[in-house]
């Protein structure tokens, strides 16, 4: 490598002798000098600049890549200017990736989430002045996610906002996730988001974009995971029940079970369901958040009980 780069320069430094023979006396060493380290400078400002087009570009959209779909989404809902800038302030201080939303009533939050856009953390004033006001948004929002059978695990994670401290016992009938009072200290409101960052992740790790791909008919098609509610078994046909419809492939218990993550559970030799979309339980059936029933061996039930009970403990992380 020395060798190759001693003859190039040696090659260079001969072409430019033919077209600049007064550099061949003693002072034109020294301009040659000179010459050599312009050119040097420019070589490496070219490589530079060519460095940080050939690779810095494609790394931030990478980034963007990666990262952009999964950046946390935050709703906050109050009907005071001041209370959603200071709110929207805190958050910044300590995540500085994090979407906001401005809602300036509880009607707005709900026909957000009847588009079916995400929201991840929502902060809800409680005593909204216009109607409907923040319990009645939570109880909507909780009602919505029961008809879609995500009510285990379901987002957003409810932050009451109140000014009146003897309200708060009501937050629990809506399984809000905590509350703060006003005026809001900085302090409890970091440990607070803290907390339900913490809470979002474990409700989400693991089941976004999570597929299998199942085939029938000569069909080829892709069903996303989460939305599995159960799968039947019938000889060597598989139906898969989900929110909206059912698809059939061939295939085992065993083999799909291998594909599936380990919120499902065989309840049944003929019968797989999925623990995020249960409602109910007894000794010889399971009911889903959809109504529909499901069977339960009895030589399962065991099993699923303890299975069933450390599910449910990883879901609160």
Request: glycine content about 6%; overall charge negative; some cysteine.
């Amino acid at each position: 490598m020395l060798v190759s780069l001693r003859w190039i320069m040696r090659r260079e430094f001969n072409m430019v002798l033919r077209v600049c023979p007064w550099l061949s006396d003693r002072n034109g060493w020294m301009a040659a000098g000179f010459f050599f380290l312009s050119i040097h400078y420019v070589k490496v400002t070219f490589c530079y600049i060519l460095f940080i087009i050939v690779f810095e570009r494609p790394i931030i959209e990478m980034s963007d890549y990666i990262y952009g779909d999964d950046d946390m989404i935050v709703g906050i809902c109050d009907d005071e200017k001041n209370i959603r800038e200071l709110i929207a302030a805190y958050i910044g201080k300590v995540d500085d990736s994090t979407e906001i939303l401005f809602f300036k009533n509880g009607s707005e939050v709900l026909k957000y989430a009847e588009q079916g856009k995400r929201i991840d953390i929502l902060y809800l004033d409680i005593d909204l002045k216009e109607s409907p006001d923040g319990m009645e948004v939570a109880a909507k929002l909780k009602e919505k996610q029961i008809k879609e059978g995500s009510a285990s695990s379901a987002l957003p994670l409810i932050i009451f906002i109140t000014g009146l401290p003897e309200r708060m016992p009501d937050a629990f009938g809506v399984r809000a996730f905590q509350f703060l009072v006003k005026p809001i200290d900085e302090k409890q409101f970091v440990l607070v988001f803290e907390q339900a960052k913490k809470a979002v992740f474990c409700v989400t790790k693991g089941s976004r974009a999570k597929s299998i791909s199942v085939s029938f008919g000569g069909i080829k098609r892709t069903v996303f995971i989460p939305d599995i509610r159960f799968i039947e078994s019938n000889g060597r046909k598989l139906i898969i029940h989900m929110k909206d419809e059912v698809v059939e492939t061939y295939g085992t218990t065993a083999e799909i079970m291998k594909e599936l993550d380990k919120s499902f559970c065989q309840v049944h030799r003929s019968f797989i369901v999925n623990m995020n979309h249960i409602s109910d339980y007894t000794r010889s059936s399971i009911q889903t958040t959809d109504g529909e029933s499901v069977p339960m061996s009895k030589y399962k039930f065991k099993d699923f009980v303890s299975e069933y009970a450390t599910f449910l403990e990883s879901e609160l992380c």
